[in-house]
């Protein structure tokens, strides 16, 4: 039999985590199959004995099961406590443990960054954006903020994390380094054509960052690179928190580059 592996979420929607991991467990010659299984609230605590007995070795976990599935593990890391979010389970031996690597993911693209943005803002409040907050600061970006539409929203998760909330209508002033949108403007669909960012706002040498990857280049992506800005895409954000997925459920790297090229052929 395989080793059982998968994604829990309700409504689970179209996810490329099936594609990513089971080529990574093809790759590297593993006899495990990752699946896709839409679990309802009600059925959550029922599964997460399953994972027990079966055993099931791993999981990707997604809305609405981020903070639920937490009453249901042996051990939560500090970086998943911080962000009151699970979105990865995994075992140590026989402890069922709990991690948060959209915040690994987040950071990762940024790391060879030289010199590091000296300050962040990231636009939204939701839960891309507690992990793009606690990221920058693991990082050790000295000024992080944040500013939201609905202002209330913004100033808690700021006073969670320590960080200002800047007024919606002030977002642009600021001189920031690096700019981070986890909003859905300019995703595909209705959103496409909108941007959290005037394409003259941009400071000189800034980094532009999109949670969104689909589509690949955003309009605020667009705009960033053309006022001279570098730009990452959400999909460096969803292969980091996926290749960290990888490695503590099997303790093996997938080959970023292949992965990245699978991910790009998935979305073009
Ligand atoms: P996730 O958990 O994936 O980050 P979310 O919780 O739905 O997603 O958060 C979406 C964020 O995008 C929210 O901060 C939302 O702002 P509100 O708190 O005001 O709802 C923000 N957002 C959604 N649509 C927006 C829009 N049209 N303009 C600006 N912000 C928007």
Redesign the pocket.
Same mark, same amino acid.
């Given at each position: 039999m395989p080793r059982a592996y998968g994604i829990i979420g309700w409504p689970l929607g179209h996810t490329m985590s099936p594609a990513l991991h089971n080529w990574g467990f093809a790759e590297l010659g593993l006899d495990a199959r990752y699946e896709a299984w839409p679990l309802e609230p009600e059925d959550l605590p029922a599964f997460m004995e399953r994972v027990r007995t079966e055993p099931i070795h791993g999981l990707s976990v997604t809305i609405p099961h981020k903070r639920a599935v937490m009453a249901h593990l042996d051990r939560i890391s500090d970086r998943a406590l911080a962000i009151g979010a699970v979105n990865t389970v995994h075992w140590d031996g026989d402890t069922l443990c709990g991690e948060n690597t959209d915040v690994i993911g987040v950071v990762a693209p940024l790391r060879s960054l030289d010199p590091l943005p000296r300050s962040a803002m990231v636009l =939204?409040?939701? =839960? #891309? #954006?507690r992990a793009a907050v606690a990221g920058f600061l693991e990082l050790g970006i000295p000024r992080v903020a944040v500013s939201?539409? +609905?202002q209330s929203?913004g100033e808690g998760l700021a006073a969670d994390f320590g960080v200002a909330c800047v007024p919606w209508d002030e977002r642009m002033d600021g001189g920031w380094e690096l700019v981070c949108n +986890? +909003?859905?403007?300019g995703m595909s669909g209705d959103m496409q054509e909108l941007t959290?960012w005037d394409a003259d706002r941009f400071e000189d040498g800034a980094v532009a960052y999109d949670i969104v990857y689909n589509p690949l280049e955003t309009r605020f992506l667009a705009e960033a690179g053309a006022a001279g800005c570098r730009t990452v895409s959400g999909l460096e954000m969803f292969l980091h928190q996926g290749l960290a997925q990888f490695r503590l459920w099997t303790g093996r790297d997938m080959d970023e580059a292949g992965a990245r090229r699978l991910l790009l052929a998935a979305l073009r």
């Open positions: =939204g409040a939701g =839960g #891309a #954006a939201n539409r +609905t929203k +986890t +909003t859905p403007l959290p």
